[in-house]
């Protein structure tokens, strides 16, 4: 049987990343490899299970730590080249962590990298700079060693590159900002839209005049951003914001937490940390209406989710967000944001919520899978090449 490695420093953290690591496996596992998955900590699968609500299935394991780790989350990626496992030996590499990091592969493996963004720029002084990084300066000191190690194994780790791809058009931009000789392929993250269809199914009357805000809990999320709207609608509307939360991202809870009772808006705003998947689709079948909060996402998976469960969303018109949303719902301030979201709530009918879950459909697993499985064997060919031209 052929095998296949996937690096990814951990599944813990929910996400875009997380998504994209567990449909890549299983891509290899329809396409009859036997995978090994490398990461830093153990994968707490039965947590993973009940929040994708389903059962995640991946076999051998290849673990650095026997333990959780909850800190340091940017440098666990380091740590996966340290894995002892001879990559060479595999018929294919996939890294869908998302840093440009050289491993030990030979030219003539197959090596895919899913590289979500190029992170030291999220640190950087340009446009694609996050919040979290920029204003603190705490961050910054954290983040400045990876960003100079991350640039300067980047070249390395491109060079050595079958082929490379990326999450969004906004991502790939960036990309070849910052390396002029990279030209990588778009292939958006999965979403389980069927998982959201007992949401979609729920009709306009039933549900509440409210806003659901998705998103983990950590500063450059800005979930501040759904707190502040809600204060500049009066009040008068609801929001929800459902996400996961981590020990080291408390303190950031506390302070959203003591903004909405500072804004009086107690009985408006509701904080539901480490929600169950059956907890995040009541949420969504109650809800009309997603605000997502954070300006410059590389994509937005939990923008599509709702889509998918029949929300409008209401999102940046900077970021992978504007190449999932129609454009008459990105916004440009808070202000846009806030009168945006009193206007749909109003006239939202059955008719949306199709053309909303239609839109969402186009990244479903199916889709993803099938391109995944085309870029393998472009892979696979173009290390095929390499062979034949070494043995010339």
């Keep these: 049987m052929s095998k296949a490695v996937v690096i990814h420093h951990t599944l813990n953290t929910l996400g875009g990343e997380t998504t994209v690591a567990i449909e890549t496996i299983e891509s290899l ?7 090994e998955f490398v990461t830093v900590q153990p994968p707490d699968l039965d947590s993973i299970s009940r929040a994708y609500g389903k059962k995640i299935r991946i076999g051998k394991i290849k673990s650095l730590l026997p333990f959780k780790l909850n800190y340091f989350g940017i440098y666990q990626r380091l740590l996966t080249m340290l894995s002892s496992i001879d990559l060479k ?3 294919v590499v996939i890294n869908t962590h998302g840093d440009a990091l050289p491993y030990r592969i030979s030219g003539a493996t197959p090596y895919l990298l899913y590289l979500h963004f190029p992170t030291f720029l999220m640190s950087s002084t340009a446009s694609y700079a996050s919040n979290k990084y920029r204003k603190s300066l705490f961050w910054r000191a954290y983040f400045k060693p990876y960003t100079l190690i991350t640039q300067s194994l980047a070249m390395r780790a491109m060079t050595r590159s079958s082929l490379i791809l990326t999450n969004s058009s906004f991502s790939r931009e960036a990309i070849r900002e910052a390396f002029a000789y990279v030209h990588p392929y778009v292939l958006y993250p999965p979403v389980d839209t069927e998982r959201f269809s007992h949401a979609y199914s729920q009709p306009i009357n039933t549900r509440e005049v409210k806003v659901l805000v998705v998103a983990r809990f950590s500063p450059e999320k800005q979930i501040e951003n759904a707190i502040t709207v809600a204060h500049l609608l009066g009040g008068n509307i609801k929001f929800q914001i459902v996400g996961s939360l981590t020990p080291a991202n408390r303190p950031y809870f506390k302070m959203l937490e003591n903004m909405i009772e500072t804004y009086g808006l107690t009985q408006t705003v509701t904080l539901t940390p480490n929600a169950s998947n059956e907890e995040l689709i009541d949420a969504m079948s109650k809800s009309m209406i997603y605000f997502h909060t954070m300006t410059g996402e590389h994509f937005g998976v939990s923008i599509v989710e709702a889509m998918a469960g029949g929300l409008v969303p209401i999102v940046p018109a900077y970021g992978g967000c504007s190449e ?3 454009r ?4 440009h301030t808070l202000q846009e944001a806030a009168a945006y979201i009193a206007k749909n709530v109003k006239i939202i009918d059955d008719e949306k919520r199709v053309q909303m879950h239609d839109i969402a459909r186009r990244f479903s ?6 391109a995944m499985k085309q870029y ?3 892979a696979k060919s173009q290390a095929s090449m390499y062979r034949s031209s070494r043995v010339q």
């Design 29 to 35: 596992y329809e396409l009859g490899y036997e995978v």
């Design 89 to 91: 030996d595999s018929d």
């Design 324 to 326: 999932i949303a129609p």
């Design 328 to 331: 008459e719902y990105q916004y």
């Design 365 to 370: 697993p199916d889709n993803f899978r099938r």
């Design 376 to 378: 393998i064997e472009q």
